[in-house]
């Protein structure tokens, strides 16, 4: 983050010490705006596997089964409340989000029906709450703000586990230079928790996390009239992983991941993460590494920048690529892009296979079903914009539909 942007954080988060009345005080969503759009995202099974939850926008949470009956709203019934990227507890029994306040975001605990909901996070020290995670057995959730954070679901034992700094090397403000036009003050580089989710290793002993590294060279440059101007110049940004004990202990930088542009994925055994990488090139390739930063190797090539999803039993990785959705074998990099989903929509009363894009996904419990959300959108025609198919790409069912005005019903 630039000193400016820090400037204007600390100045807003003065408005995020009051209680949690949401949003309804302040009418304002994320980034002091009212979110538009109705794309849906995030969607995430139970551990029964007989749900999906799911957010619309910036301002609700979704609930639908997982034969696509019975969708209910559980957060967002007041049109001033913003909220959205919802984490199901291990138990099933309780729902971790993110609600704003006056544009803050701030961590927020509920039942899974959306009762006895209550804020973890309230603005104090400038913690702010982004992309909260459930802790494997449950009892911590780690999230992101002004560094990385964890805290106990009743919101008490908020701890730092790692927390964002800069460091100001070389330079020396000498006004008696007289022969050059650039004169350099020294470098300060930023250190940032990117807002991307943490993720838990298995055990819940570390967290992967991503940060970003940002170096702004300090200078006075004299200008036509040689008055000398004091400015920065942007010198380089990285995106680089990190993992840390959960108590903060232990770091490792792994300098040789440039240009992370998803987050981390621990693998079911907990021997490999997953990642998407950007090369200088630009080209996005998705790679695994042991958690000590041996063995990295380049799994898929030329991806999107979403967060790689392992299967239930860690075999295959779900990455969507430029030729669709690809299931990675990790073992030898064998690769199939699903094909021949028989998802329908009705228009002008002919059945019609509904060409699929889609952008995020996950697989179920048991690692049987991938669920997909699709940006496809049709205004004329009521369109599937949540849906599940086979592990092979079959049996498409539509689970959730989006008529021509944004609004979402279930499809059975």
Not at 30 to 46: D, E, K, T
Request: charged share 25%; net charge negative; hydrophobic share 35%.
């Amino acid at each position: 983050m630039t000193r400016f942007g820090r400037i204007i954080t600390i100045l807003g988060l003065a408005l995020a010490t009051m209680p949690l009345i949401a949003a309804v005080e302040c009418g304002c969503g994320p980034a002091g705006n009212n979110p538009g759009g109705n794309s849906i995202h995030a969607p995430q099974w139970s551990p029964d596997g007989t749900s999906i939850v799911f957010s619309q926008s910036h301002y609700r949470i979704y609930k639908v089964d997982s034969d696509g009956s019975n969708l209910r709203l559980i957060h967002g019934k007041n049109n001033d409340e913003y909220v959205n990227l919802p984490s199901i507890s291990p138990d099933g029994s309780r729902l971790a989000y993110v609600q704003y306040e006056c544009g803050l975001p701030a961590v927020a605990v509920s039942k899974l029906d959306g009762s006895r909901r209550h804020r973890l996070t309230d603005g104090e020290d400038y913690i702010l709450g982004h992309h909260p995670t459930w802790s494997p057995d449950g009892s911590r959730i780690a999230f992101t703000g002004s560094g990385l954070y964890t805290v106990d679901p009743d919101g008490a034992d908020l701890h730092a586990v790692w927390k964002s700094f800069e460091t100001h090397s070389g330079g020396t403000e000498d006004y008696s230079w007289k022969s050059s036009k650039t004169k350099s003050l020294g470098t300060t580089v930023y250190r940032n928790v990117a807002e991307r989710p943490p993720a838990w290793s298995p055990d819940g002993r570390r967290i992967a996390f991503v940060v970003q590294e940002e170096a702004h060279e300090e200078v006075y440059r004299y200008n036509e009239a040689y008055v000398a101007k004091r400015h920065k110049e942007w010198q380089w940004r990285n995106y680089v992983l990190h993992v840390v004990a959960s108590d903060g202990s232990a770091e490792i930088r792994f300098g040789h991941t440039r240009e992370v542009i998803s987050s981390p994925a621990w693998s079911p055994d907990g021997r490999k993460i997953a990642f998407a990488q950007e090369d200088d090139d630009g080209v996005v390739g998705i790679y695994t590494m042991n958690p000590d930063g041996s063995d990295l190797r380049e799994v898929f090539s030329h991806a999107w920048s979403d967060t790689p999803v392992w299967s239930p039993d860690g075999s295959e990785l779900l990455v969507w690529g430029r030729n669709g959705m690809n299931v990675i074998r990790v073992a030898d990099g064998a690769r199939r892009v699903l094909h021949g989903m028989d998802v329908l929509m009705f228009s002008k009363g002919v059945l019609q296979p509904l060409p699929w894009l889609g952008d995020i996904a996950s697989w179920s419990p048991d690692g049987s079903r991938i669920a997909i959300i699709s940006s496809k959108y049709d205004h004329n025609v009521d369109t599937p914009k949540l849906f599940t198919v086979a592990r092979d790409g079959s049996d498409g069912r539509a689970l959730v539909m989006q008529d021509r005005e944004g609004n979402l019903r279930a499809a059975q």
